[in-house]
């Protein structure tokens, strides 16, 4: 990978901020062989937001002897690596802050819906709707009995049961935080709750604090609807796999404890457990919830299959490949979850103006407080109030969740199309490629040779003949020149004899006591059996790219076949795509130019080159960038490496279960589709759209409040009501993004 993506996603060792860039996998770059610790693992029940995560990271900062901190917000689990000493001081610190980690063991695997979430009516929503009554019983006595001490009394007994029933947990981690000397939206609301309730506001204390808590228990479900858009990945995997046995019997067994190499089957309508290689029976397999293919594709003995794809006409048995652990699915389930954990640049841009923001309109209300009844005719006790209510303006809740939803709903849409984007940054900067660089061989074309022609040379000469014999030969070859003719012709073959392959020229052979050989120009020209008119036919398919092999007793020329990498259906629309929005495509190729140019014609490609090692790639990804700015490669991930690291931002292509791939680039295609290239640029200007309509809105409700409030027409309720109105707001716009499919 880049050296510079490596920067943007490796977390300090130790004293690691909130302006942290990300937080990668403990064991990866952050600690040498040398330093490496345990990694240590843990659920955070109430750690479900990026601020939360910011708060942690804050309470660590200084803490010695951490070399590394991963945070998986959507499980709400955290990984500290760190020597046992700086473990306990780690685990003192985050207690301090107002949270509770709770040890996992290493095959835990935690589901953040249902680990945070509280069981049972009462616990869940049956509290914050009998605060919420309590609250509004408050405000009615308040209103009907303003001068009664009785109703008083009883108003303010209601008011304090229904602000301990709601605001249990904000109070805690409220006065944690204040002790800390941070002003987070838990201190805020705990000040701002207080202090109304000592100023005789108990009625609009109690509303506050059950309005609050019970949007922010709509805002964290509408939350977990974006990380269950990834989570609910693990679904589609069964929990079983039907195994054979050594005496041939078939048992049913849980996924995990099948071994490499065993032999799996799945019956019609069942989903594939496991990543594995067909060896009997044919089916149609749909691997839409892995490659995002729209059409099933027909599988037989040799062909992978992937765990989570679906089976659908007719039974199959295949040989187990890899570990329930080490599946495609599961690798992709991993990278995205990975990629959650990795700030956005928008993202750490609202995370710093949040760090400003907060503190400058606390130090606002308590100039209200202080200074108004001296500048004003506000009385003490209004212009307290005045400034209890700019503290709960102050709350940047909108604003820090505007970005984090809206990231992870980006990557949970281009999930679901194939798309795998190893974090926010790429997101975000795909809308800004100018140029795409792209390898030919697997990428715009199929990456396997194929017959595209099959000409008699004498038009006497009958062609399934001339076929039967070109077959016969060819069949005997495993060179994938030979593989291409005998698979590209139908007729049925014969026996031959004498077979012999020679080296650089071709193979020979006798059918029927004559002798024939398919041999290449060259070996043609050694024979003497060349002439100017074959010359002539054979140049115009060496200009078209095409590998010429040509059928030949011991006399003559009999037939020309003609062999080329045909290019896939999609490119030529993916390119012209591609143009559309702006983005110039240039196809970088290691074969000679005359075949670039030929299919790059046919691809719509103006900019070929052709005859390039590695390291010209290499050359041409940086003259690209320097002439045209932001570009992209686009390759197999393994022999275009060099040119992936090179680039602003590596797309892999046609990944399925390749490791290299996986790992090389940012962005993984997981099937062979090159339209996924341009669906990638506009999921990114959508999701930038969204990104920055919601810092609008955020900002946008934060402003008419806080204008409200200095002109005296702003309760508290309306300011905590508009502020996780803002919230909700922004988290269903970021959803948006998961109901939108690709779109021109």
Request: proline share 4%.
């Amino acid at each position: 990978m880049n050296p510079t993506h490596q920067r943007q996603q490796v977390d300090t060792a130790c004293g690691c901020g909130s302006g942290c860039a990300a937080s990668p996998a403990v064991g990866g770059p952050m600690a040498s062989k040398a330093t490496a610790v345990e990694p240590h693992r843990f659920r955070i029940a109430n750690m479900d937001c990026a601020s939360e995560e910011s708060e942690i990271r804050r309470a660590l900062d200084g803490v010695a002897g951490i070399r590394g901190l991963q945070f998986n917000l959507g499980d709400r689990e955290l990984t500290i690596a760190a020597e046992d000493h700086a473990l306990r001081l780690a685990l003192d610190a985050i207690r301090k802050a107002g949270f509770k980690p709770e040890p996992l063991g290493v095959e835990d695997k935690s589901d953040g819906a249902t680990a945070a979430a509280p069981t049972g009516f009462w616990a869940s929503w049956g509290k914050l709707i009998a605060a919420l009554g309590l609250a509004v019983a408050a405000e009615g006595l308040a209103f009907a009995f303003p001068d009664s001490w009785p109703a008083k009394a009883l108003g303010m007994a209601l008011a304090a049961v229904a602000i301990a029933l709601a605001g249990f947990s904000v109070y805690g981690k409220g006065l944690s935080a204040l002790r800390q000397g941070r002003l987070n939206i838990n201190a805020l609301m705990t000040v701002a709750v207080t202090g109304a309730f000592l100023i005789g506001q108990w009625p609009e204390a109690a509303m506050v604090m059950a309005l609050y808590a019970i949007a922010e228990a709509i805002e964290a479900r509408a939350v977990d609807r974006a990380r269950n858009a990834i989570k609910s990945l693990l679904a589609l995997a069964p929990e079983q796999a039907e195994v054979r046995q050594g005496d041939g019997s078939w048992t049913r067994v849980g996924v995990k404890a099948v071994v490499v190499d065993a032999t799996v089957r799945i019956r019609p309508g069942e989903r594939v457990p496991l990543d594995g290689v067909v060896t009997l029976g044919q089916s149609a397999i749909d691997q839409s919830p892995v490659t995002g293919e729209s059409l099933p594709i027909d599988k037989a003995p040799g062909d992978e299959v992937y765990a989570g794809t679906i089976n659908q006409s007719a039974a199959l048995e295949f040989r187990v490949t890899a570990p329930a652990s080490d599946s495609t699915l599961a690798r992709i389930i991993h990278a995205v979850e990975q990629a959650q954990s990795s700030r956005a640049p928008t993202q750490r841009f609202v995370d710093r103006f949040a760090a400003i923001y907060t503190p400058a309109v606390f130090i606002l209300a308590v100039a209200v407080a202080l200074l108004a009844p001296w500048i004003t005719d506000l009385t003490w006790m209004q212009a307290v109030y005045k400034a209890l209510v700019l503290l709960v303006i102050a709350c940047p809740c909108a604003l820090v969740i505007s970005t984090p939803v809206t990231v992870v709903s980006g990557l949970a849409a281009g999930a679901r199309r194939g798309i795998l984007i190893k974090g926010g940054v790429y997101l975000e900067d795909a809308r800004k490629i100018k140029a795409v660089a792209l390898d030919k061989t697997g990428t715009i074309t199929e990456g396997k040779p194929k017959l595209v022609a099959f000409e008699p040379v004498d038009t006497g000469l009958d062609q399934r003949v001339l076929e039967g014999l070109a077959k016969s030969l060819a069949g005997r070859s495993d060179h994938p020149v030979s593989k291409a003719i005998a698979e590209g012709l139908s007729t049925a073959d014969q026996e031959v004899g004498e077979f012999q392959a020679v080296a650089g020229r071709g193979v020979q052979g006798v059918i029927g006591n004559h002798s024939y050989a398919l041999a290449n120009h060259r070996w043609i020209e050694e024979r003497g059996q060349c002439s100017a008119e074959l010359e002539t036919r054979l140049a115009v398919h060496e200009e078209a790219g095409r590998t010429v092999t040509l059928l030949a007793n011991s006399e003559r020329v009999m037939a020309i076949c003609a062999v080329a990498d045909t290019i896939k259906p999609s490119s030529a629309q993916a390119v012209a795509d591609l143009k559309s929005l702006g983005v110039t495509p240039v196809m970088l190729t290691g074969d000679n130019i005359a075949t670039a140019r030929t299919v790059g014609s046919l691809a719509g490609i103006a900019e070929v080159r052709g005859n390039l090692l590695p390291e010209d790639k290499l050359q041409a990804i940086g003259e690209l960038q320097q002439r045209l700015g932001i570009t992209a490669m686009t390759g197999d991930g393994i022999n275009d490496a060099p040119a992936l690291a090179k680039a602003d931002i590596g797309f892999a292509m046609g990944a399925a279960g390749t490791h290299t791939a996986m790992e090389a680039a940012d962005v993984v295609v997981m099937n062979d589709d090159l339209r996924r290239l341009p669906e990638t640029i506009r999921l990114s200007k959508r999701t930038h759209a969204v990104l920055w309509q919601n810092i609008c809105l955020a900002l946008g409700i934060k402003l008419v409040f806080l204008v409200l409030a200095i002109f005296d027409n702003a309760s508290m309720w309306m300011a905590v009501f508009a502020d996780m109105g803002a919230s909700l707001l922004v988290v269903l716009n970021g959803l948006r993004l998961l109901g939108k499919q690709s779109s021109k």
